[in-house]
């Protein structure tokens, strides 16, 4: 089982950092699972074929393998690459090239999309690189070792051209609230040393407009410690400053962060002595963050850090402490009680709370369950206001305990869903 979660949230955040990952070889045609994911035929379209660069694109979805082969040409002309969306939508392509020979993109420049006699449209466009990752070792049998599409980084002219490997640009288009509904047309302009490709674009843009509040509710980990580690960061403003720029990657793909406010924690201290000492907490660094990233950027979801917790994994546990108390004793539930109920009412005064939740034990074993459920009852207790979140599959014993339960997908039944649904 627990090979299993590690294999789900493996996928989970390779579909995040690609868009959208397709699905195992379970349910795919006997070519598809012969060919394997990056090597899938079913997806892709002919754009043009010169005696040293042939072009293709597909949509977002699908993972582009280095050697997958080249689309088919079609009978009579090729069609442009055509996007629908939206006004306040992002929706990527990938456009792909194959040189028959090693060579290098010099330029990859999009022209204005207009309509019919208007001028341009407000569409933006961004190209992006589709990387490529080796993997060596794959977690399960669903996948073979190989280099597999996955990071997106700024595109950086020149790019290196491989002989008969495919290197997809990752196109975003951007349609902007206020534009017109209708087609609008432009080209991408593709310089390399094997010849230049003018590639035809059409957007269509639906007549609606995607609300600003993101009602599907999302909760991704982003650790700010491993993107300082990735990025080599070590001044404060630069830690800050970067993390902000994956908050607003993330707010543009409408998924929301464990944490906003790394960098804006919400500040608790106890002063008093014995009996008298009280939990004072202070929003100053955390409001402001909040206003931008829940009331500006409309994050959905936001985990709630508890202090003094406790907690684990299927592995091990620990118990709480707060100010030297353990959890258990009298001095600490009264700590505990004082500073969290203070959080509750001020998240509820500024209209937080339905998007806040804990999540403070990770996959809970049976034998875990006394321990999971004393702690819900403790939060419970000191703010009932505040859901609580687990990963873990519904079982009796924890029933009335979890708010939010984060379960394998296979556990998951209509009937189930039904129930968990009434109970609240």
């Known amino acids: 089982m627990r090979h299993n979660r590690i294999s789900i ?3 989970l955040l390779t579909i995040f950092s690609f868009t959208l990952t397709l699905a195992g070889p379970v ?35 699908w993972k582009v393998g280095r050697d997958r082969e080249m689309p088919g ?43 019919r006699w208007r001028t341009a449209a407000p569409i933006t466009v961004r190209v992006d690189e589709v990387a490529y990752v080796e993997v060596k070792h794959p977690t399960d049998k669903t996948c073979q070792p190989g280099w597999y599409p996955d990071p997106l980084p700024p595109l950086r002219l020149p790019l290196a051209l491989r002989a008969g490997q495919n290197q997809p640009l990752w196109i975003t288009f951007h349609v902007a609230r206020e534009a017109r509904a209708g087609d609008y047309r432009g080209e991408l302009k593709l310089r390399t040393t094997r010849g230049t490709v003018r590639v035809p674009l059409q957007v269509h843009v639906y007549d609606f407009t995607l609300p600003q509040e993101t009602h599907l509710k999302s909760a991704l980990g982003l650790g700010t410690h491993g993107i300082n580690q990735y990025h080599h960061l070590q ?59 829940l009331d500006q950027a409309h994050f959905s979801t936001f985990q709630l850090r508890l202090r003094g917790m406790g907690g684990g ?10 100010e030297g108390f353990k959890e258990g004793t009298p001095e600490f539930a009264r700590l505990f009680q004082d500073y969290l109920s203070q959080i509750e009412a001020h ?10 939740f804990t999540y403070w034990f990770d996959e809970p074993e049976p034998k875990d369950y006394e321990f999971v459920v004393d702690g819900m009852k403790r939060i419970h207790a000191a703010a009932p206001g505040i859901r609580r979140m687990l990963t873990e599959e519904p079982h009796p014993q924890l029933f009335g305990h979890v708010d939010i339960w984060c379960g394998l997908t296979p556990q998951w039944t209509p009937e189930l869903v039904r129930q968990r649904r009434q109970a609240g």
């Open 73 to 115: 040409q079609p009978r009579g002309q090729a069609g442009p690459v055509r996007v629908c969306a939206a006004r306040g939508e992002y929706e990527p392509v990938q456009v792909v090239l194959r040189p028959e020979c090693d060579g290098t993109l010099l330029e990859a420049e999009v022209s204005p999309l207009r309509q």
């Open 235 to 293: 001044q404060p403003e630069d830690r800050k400053a970067v993390f902000e720029k994956y908050l607003g990657n993330f707010a543009e793909h409408r998924i929301s962060p464990y944490s906003f406010y790394d960098y804006a924690p919400i500040d608790i201290r106890f002063v008093g002595e014995g009996t008298n000492r009280q939990a004072r907490v202070d929003f100053t660094q955390f409001d402001p963050a909040a206003e931008r990233w």
């Open 27 to 61: 349910g795919f045609p006997a070519s598809a699972q012969t060919n394997g994911v990056l090597n899938d035929l079913r997806g892709g379209y002919w754009l043009a074929q010169t005696q040293d660069l042939g072009v293709w694109w597909c949509e977002g979805g």
């Open 9 to 11: 949230r493996t996928s």
């Open 347 to 356: 998240l509820r005064a500024r209209g937080w709370l339905s998007k806040a």
């Open 313 to 322: 994994t299927f592995h091990s546990r620990h118990l709480g402490e707060l």
